[in-house]
T-cell receptor
Framework: GQQVMQIPQYQHVQEGEDFTTYCNSSTTLSNIQWYKQRPGGHPVFLIQLVKSGEVKKQKRLTFQFGEAKKNSSLHITATQTTDVGTYFC????????????FGTGTRLKVLA | DGGITQSPKYLFRKEGQNVTLSCEQN?????MYWYRQDPGQGLRLIYY???????QKGDIAEGYSVSREKKESFPLTVTSAQKNPTAFYLC????????????????FGPGTRLTVL
């Protein structure tokens, strides 16, 4: 079945270091979304990318959608302790059912 | 306040009992979803509904049932057939996901932690 994998599964960084998580789909996606889930909380929407090769920035966060619309990345510059949480990508399929496929997530810990 | 609510936050049940988790939204969203999350894991889709009186199985529908009689409500029943029901259950809603050009982000409820003893 369709899968969306994320790497790495875990990442520990010192505060101020950069962080990147990668998302790879087995099939082409209509668009891709990124969510953040704080420990004990629920996922919160960050951004959506639709176009091939699209790049969007939100302050210290940079999001990219691959040219083939099968991969994406989230890069955080100069991490802060408030960045702690699990980051998920979610792709919408083009197979007619239009359901979301969530990635496996990357858990980020930031050491002060 | 507009949003999506789930109740209860914590739920304990004995093995062999059916239990129904509530999910209500006042965002006027057409689509609603149920996900299961196990410790340290991602979100797995149980059921989803794109319109009232219609729903589709997700990747792990066995042992679960849903109904969508009203646009605002999408209750999930965890039946005794579900072999390992202890998990964190998340409900979400969005505008029609087929509208790719629109911002069809999912809004999540706070979740229900179900423990089966």
């Amino acid at each position: 079945g369709q899968q969306v994998m994320q790497i790495p599964q875990y990442q520990h960084v010192q505060e101020g270091e950069d962080f990147t998580t990668y998302c790879n789909s087995s099939t082409t996606l209509s668009n891709i979304q990124w969510y953040k889930q704080r420990p004990g909380g629920h996922p919160v929407f960050l951004i959506q990318l639709v176009k091939s090769g699209e790049v969007k920035k939100q302050k210290r966060l940079t999001f990219q959608f691959g040219e083939a619309k099968k991969n994406s990345s989230l890069h955080i510059t100069a991490t802060q302790t408030t960045d702690v949480g699990t980051y998920f990508c979610a792709g919408i399929t083009t197979s007619g059912t239009y359901k979301y496929i969530f990635g496996t997530g990357t858990r980020l810990k930031v050491l002060a | 306040d507009g949003g999506i609510t789930q109740s209860p936050k914590y739920l304990f049940r004995k093995e062999g009992q059916n239990v129904t988790l509530s999910c209500e939204q006042n965002l006027n969203h057409d689509a609603m979803y149920w996900y299961r999350q196990d410790p340290g894991q991602g979100l797995r889709l149980i059921y989803y509904s794109q319109i009232v009186n219609d729903f589709q199985k997700g990747d792990i529908a066995e042992g679960y049932s849903v109904s969508r009689e009203k646009k605002e409500s999408f209750p999930l029943t965890v039946t005794s057939a579900q072999k390992n029901p202890t998990a964190f259950y998340l409900c979400a809603s969005s505008i029609d996901p087929r509208l790719v050009s629109s911002y069809n982000e999912q809004f999540f409820g706070p979740g229900t932690r179900l423990t089966v003893l």
